[in-house]
C-alpha cells in the first residue's frame, strides 16, 4: 500500500520542469488566449441551441451560471496549484504530490480519456459545420467519406475530421510559439464573431421568447449544468502549459481565472440573446448561432458567423490536441506511462512522436466512431479531476503549510469542499450508461497501473535502488 501511494515530492517535481527541454515561450497573452481558444468553441456554436431546446429552455443561462460557478470554484485550486507547483500535466501532477501515485496515475487516465474524446466529439462538429459551408456553394463531400459508421447517415468514415485532426497536428508538432501565434490571431477573430452575433442579434430580442423561463424545472437546469461542462474545459489545458510559460508563478493564476471569467461572460450573453431571438423550443439544431441570425432575416451575417464558427472550432482542437500531449509527456516523464511520449525533438522542442501518435488516435475515432454516447465521458472526466483538486488543495495546505504560492484559494477548506460537492452533485445527474463506462474505464486503467506503470514508475526505481543500498 505505501508504494502505490507513494508521492513525488515538490521540490522534485520544480526541479525536473528546470530541465529546459520545453521552452518557456507563452506570454499571459498567450496563455489567456489559449484558454479562451479552447472554451469558447461548441459550447457557444453547437451546445447552447441543443440544451435550451432539450432541456433548459431560455434558463439555460442558469445553466452556464451553475456551470461557470463550479468550474471558478475549481479554477482557484488550478491557481494556487499552478503557482506553487508549475509542472506540466494539470491534475495529474497536483494529485501525484499531495495524494499519491495510484490515484494521480487513474485522474492522468481519466484526463487522457476526456481529452482524446473531446477532440474527436469537436472533430465531428467542425467536420459537420464544413459540409455545411461547402453545401452553400454547391459543393459536397461524398456521403460514404462524409460521416462515421453508425451515425445513420450511410457513411462508412468521416474524412473531414480525420484531416482536421492530421492538419493541427502538424502545426503543433512544429513548437509551441508557432501554434499559439495561430492560436491567438484566430481567437481574437473568433471573439469578434461572438460580439458580431451579440450585437446584431440584441435588436431581435424579443422578451416574450423568454416565457416560460423554467420550462423543463430545476431539474433540467442542473442536468443542463453538467452537460454544458464540455464547454469549460479550457483552463485546464492552461495548467498543462507550465513549463512552456514565461514566469509561471504570476502567469497561470491570472491565466487561468481571466480566461474562465471572460468565457462564462460570453456564453451567459450568446444564450440571453439567442433565446430571445429564437423561441427554445426551435433551437434543436447544430448550428443555433447562424439558424438564429438567419430565422430574423440576417442571411449574409448568418454566413460570416458560419465561417467563424468553423474557425473558432479549429482552435478548440488545437488547445485540445496540446493539452492531451502535455499530460501524457508528464506521465511518460514519471515512468507510469512508455518513454516514447516523453521523447523531446532536438529541432522543434516538442514531444513530437507522442503528437503524431495522438494525433493519428483521435483522427481514427473521429473518422470511425459515433461519438453520441462517448461524448458525455467529457463532462464526467472533468466533473472527476475537478473533485479531486478541490480536494488535493486541502492536502497540500495541511501537508505543505509553508509553500510559497502566489495565489492561494480563500476561505480553505470550506471552499474547495463546497467545490468537490457541487462537482459530484453535478456528475450524479449524468446518465447511467456515461457511469458504466466511466467505471470499466477506470478498472482498464487499474489494470494498467497494476501490470505496468507501478514497475516502471521512476519512483519504484528509487525505491528498489534505496533498497539494495540498505541490503549491501
Known amino acids: 500500500m505505501d508504494k502505490i501511494f507513494r508521492k513525488k515530492s515538490i521540490a522534485d517535481l520544480i526541479a525536473q520542469s528546470h530541465n529546459k527541454e520545453l521552452k518557456r515561450a507563452l506570454s499571459l497573452l498567450d496563455l489567456i488566449l489559449l484558454g479562451v481558444g479552447c472554451i469558447v468553441g461548441t459550447g457557444i456554436f453547437v451546445i447552447t441551441g441543443v440544451i435550451a431546446a432539450k432541456s433548459a429552455g431560455p434558463a439555460i443561462i442558469l445553466s452556464f451560471i451553475l456551470a461557470g460557478i463550479a468550474c471558478a470554484l475549481a479554477a482557484f485550486c488550478y491557481a494556487e496549484f499552478s503557482s506553487s507547483i508549475p509542472v506540466s500535466g494539470s491534475v495529474y501532477t497536483y494529485t501525484y504530490a499531495t495524494m499519491g501515485e495510484l490515484i494521480a496515475f487513474l485522474i492522468g487516465w481519466d484526463l487522457m480519456l476526456e481529452y482524446i474524446i473531446a477532440l474527436a466529439a469537436v472533430a465531428t462538429g467542425w467536420s459537420a459545420y464544413f459540409q455545411s459551408l461547402i453545401a452553400g456553394?454547391?459543393?459536397?463531400?461524398?456521403?460514404?467519406?462524409?460521416?462515421?459508421?453508425?451515425?445513420?447517415?450511410?457513411?462508412?468514415?468521416?474524412?473531414?475530421?480525420?484531416?482536421?485532426?492530421?492538419?493541427?497536428?502538424?502545426?503543433?508538432?512544429?513548437?509551441?510559439?508557432?501554434?499559439?501565434?495561430?492560436?491567438?490571431?484566430?481567437?481574437?477573430?473568433?471573439?469578434?464573431?461572438?460580439?458580431?452575433?451579440?450585437?446584431?442579434?440584441?435588436?431581435?430580442?424579443?422578451?416574450?421568447?423568454?416565457?416560460?423561463?423554467?420550462?423543463?424545472?430545476?431539474?433540467?437546469?442542473v442536468t443542463s449544468a453538467a452537460t454544458v461542462f464540455f464547454a469549460y474545459i479550457g483552463f485546464d489545458v492552461i495548467a498543462n502549459a507550465s513549463?512552456?510559460?514565461?514566469?509561471?508563478?504570476?502567469?497561470?493564476?491570472?491565466?487561468?481565472?481571466?480566461?474562465?471569467?471572460?468565457?462564462?461572460?460570453?456564453?451567459?450573453?450568446?444564450?440571453?440573446?439567442?433565446?430571445?431571438?429564437?423561441?427554445?423550443?426551435?433551437?434543436?439544431?447544430?448550428?443555433?448561432?447562424?439558424?438564429?441570425?438567419?430565422?430574423?432575416?440576417?442571411?449574409?451575417?448568418?454566413?460570416?458567423?458560419?465561417?467563424?464558427?468553423?474557425?473558432?472550432?479549429?482552435?478548440?482542437?488545437?488547445?485540445?490536441?496540446?493539452?492531451q500531449i502535455r499530460l501524457t509527456y508528464a506521465m511518460s516523464r514519471d515512468g507510469l506511462l512508455p518513454k516514447v511520449f516523453a521523447k523531446v525533438h532536438p529541432k522543434f522542442q516538442t514531444p513530437f512522436k507522442n503528437t503524431w501518435l495522438t494525433g493519428f488516435i483521435a483522427a481514427g475515432i473521429a473518422g470511425f466512431v459515433d461519438l453520441t454516447t462517448l461524448a458525455h465521458l467529457v463532462n464526467m472526466g472533468t466533473l472527476a479531476a475537478f473533485t479531486l483538486i478541490s480536494i488535493a488543495v486541502i492536502v497540500l495546505r495541511k501537508k505543505q503549510p509553508e509553500l510559497k504560492a502566489a495565489f492561494r484559494v480563500p476561505f480553505v477548506p470550506v471552499l474547495p469542499v463546497v467545490s468537490a460537492l457541487l462537482c459530484i452533485y453535478l456528475s450524479l445527474s449524468l446518465p447511467a450508461i456515461t457511469w458504466i463506462c466511466f467505471v470499466i474505464w477506470i478498472a482498464a486503467g487499474t489494470i494498467l497501473y497494476v501490470s505496468y506503470s507501478r514497475k516502471h514508475s521512476n519512483l519504484n526505481q528509487e525505491f528498489d535502488g534505496s533498497q539494495g543500498e540498505k541490503t549491501s
Not at 434543436?284 to 432575416?297: E, I, R
Request: hydrophobic share 50%.
Open 137 to 221: 456553394f454547391n459543393l459536397h463531400v461524398p456521403a460514404i467519406l462524409a460521416s462515421a459508421p453508425g451515425s445513420g447517415q450511410g457513411g462508412v468514415v468521416n474524412l473531414p475530421a480525420m484531416i482536421i485532426i492530421l492538419l493541427i497536428t502538424a502545426l503543433v508538432s512544429k513548437g509551441v510559439k508557432e501554434s499559439t501565434r495561430f492560436n491567438n490571431v484566430i481567437v481574437l477573430l473568433k471573439i469578434g464573431i461572438v460580439l458580431l452575433f451579440i450585437f446584431t442579434g440584441i435588436k431581435y430580442v424579443k422578451p416574450e421568447n423568454w416565457t416560460p423561463f423554467m420550462p423543463f424545472g430545476l431539474e433540467g437546469v
Open 243 to 323: 513549463e512552456e510559460v514565461k514566469r509561471p508563478q504570476r502567469n497561470m493564476p491570472i491565466g487561468i481565472v481571466a480566461s474562465l471569467a471572460i468565457c462564462t461572460f460570453l456564453y451567459v450573453v450568446v444564450s440571453l440573446v439567442l433565446t430571445g431571438m429564437v423561441p427554445y423550443t426551435k433551437l434543436n439544431v447544430g448550428d443555433p448561432v447562424s439558424f438564429a441570425l438567419n430565422f430574423v432575416g440576417q442571411n449574409s451575417i448568418a454566413g460570416i458567423i458560419s465561417v467563424g464558427a468553423i474557425i473558432g472550432i479549429t482552435t478548440v482542437l488545437l488547445a485540445l490536441l496540446y493539452s
